[in-house]
């Protein structure tokens, strides 16, 4: 994602983000079978990208 543009300069500035993640401490039954059949067919790692630049 590219920041906004800079005004007196060229080239784009930096697009800072702050991402609030609420995990459920408990599943229900339903919910951990929702979650298991959507990992059965994705076929993302999303581990793949923690460390990549």
Do not use: C, M, T, W
């Not at 599943?27 to 994705?42: I, P, R, T, W």
């Amino acid at each position: 994602v590219r920041g906004a543009k800079k005004i007196k300069y060229n080239g784009r500035g930096d697009l800072l983000a702050r991402v609030k993640v609420s995990i459920p401490k408990k599943l229900s039954k339903v919910e951990k079978e929702a979650l298991e059949s959507y990992q059965s067919v994705s076929h993302e790692n999303p581990r793949e990208r923690v460390f990549a630049p």
